[in-house]
């Protein structure tokens, strides 16, 4: 038996179809198949003693295909004093077609200050009252001394070992390659290897590279 298909025919049905569903409201794109979700991107934020402000980052999950949402950020008192060792802040964050946002908190940036912390804070916003908050609590340390410094090592084939001592503040490694330009470079940040050392193996390009370590802010 031949089946035989009239595609014009089959085209105009499902056409008037949509027309008809679409003008009783039936059928419409879903903006958000499934919450939003938002995080803080850690734990635990770090800044050197003397620091002027930190840089908080968020982190967006869409739920949609429009890729947009919003969420609440806060400051709170942990060891740290609001208007005393920082200006408190609390705002919206919006999201659209982004995954990443940052809010900053002015630090007093008094010299040598004991370490201190700031809770932040993320709650859903009215505009998207239903986000899932997978990491909604966050402390800031402020205060801290400088990072370790780094012990550089040759590696093989042609390779550089670099390393620091874990102080438990995760900081930033950074490359100054000096054949190429003037700006430092962030590579990574790395873990504590389990022995209480951070190492990187790095394969630099011709000429001299320089390396250090920074706090996030």
Same mark, same amino acid.
């Given at each position: 038996?031949?089946?035989?298909?009239?595609?014009?025919?089959?085209?105009?049905?499902?056409?008037?179809?949509?027309?008809?569903?679409?003008?009783?409201?039936?059928?419409?794109?879903?903006?958000?198949?499934?919450?939003?979700?938002?995080?803080?991107?850690?734990?635990?934020?770090?800044?050197?003693?003397?620091?002027?402000?930190?840089?908080?980052?968020?982190?967006?999950?869409?739920?949609?295909?429009?890729?947009?949402?919003?969420?609440?950020?806060?400051?709170?008192?942990?060891?740290?004093?609001?208007?005393?060792?920082?200006?408190?802040?609390?705002?919206?964050?919006?999201?659209?077609?982004?995954?990443?946002?940052?809010?900053?908190?002015?630090?007093?940036?008094?010299?040598?200050?004991?370490?201190?912390?700031?809770?932040?804070?993320?709650?859903?916003?009215?505009?998207?009252?239903?986000?899932?908050?997978?990491?909604?609590?966050?402390?800031?340390?402020?205060?801290? %001394?400088?990072?370790?410094?780094?012990?550089? !090592?040759? #590696? +093989? =084939?042609?390779?550089? *070992?670099? /390393?620091? $001592?874990? @102080? &438990?503040?995760? %900081?930033?490694?950074?490359?100054?390659?000096? !054949?190429? #330009? +003037? =700006?430092?470079?962030? *590579?990574? /940040?790395? $873990?504590? @290897? &389990?022995?209480?050392?951070?190492?990187?193996?790095?394969?630099? !390009?011709? #000429?001299?590279?320089?390396?250090?370590?920074?706090?996030?802010?």
């Amino acid at each position: 038996m031949k089946k035989h298909i009239f595609s014009g025919g089959l085209q105009f049905c499902l056409s008037l179809t949509l027309l008809l569903a679409s003008a009783q409201g039936q059928i419409a794109p879903r903006d958000t198949v499934i919450p939003n979700q938002f995080e803080f991107t850690s734990a635990r934020y770090f800044v050197s003693n003397g620091a002027t402000n930190a840089v908080i980052t968020v982190r967006f999950f869409p739920g949609g295909r429009d890729w947009s949402g919003s969420v609440n950020y806060a400051t709170r008192d942990g060891t740290a004093i609001a208007n005393q060792d920082y200006t408190p802040v609390n705002s919206t964050l919006s999201f659209s077609g982004v995954a990443y946002r940052s809010f900053t908190v002015p630090l007093s940036g008094a010299p040598q200050q004991q370490p201190k912390t700031i809770l932040v804070v993320l709650t859903p916003s009215s505009f998207d009252a239903n986000a899932i908050l997978t990491r909604s609590n966050a402390a800031l340390n402020i205060n801290l %001394p400088s990072p370790p410094n780094v012990d550089i !090592s040759p #590696g +093989t =084939n042609g390779t550089v *070992i670099v /390393s620091w $001592p874990d @102080d &438990g503040t995760e %900081p930033l490694l950074e490359k100054l390659q000096t !054949s190429t #330009g +003037t =700006n430092w470079d962030f *590579i990574a /940040s790395v $873990p504590a @290897d &389990g022995n209480g050392r951070c190492v990187y193996t790095d394969v630099p !390009s011709v #000429g001299m590279a320089l390396y250090r370590l920074r706090r996030p802010q």
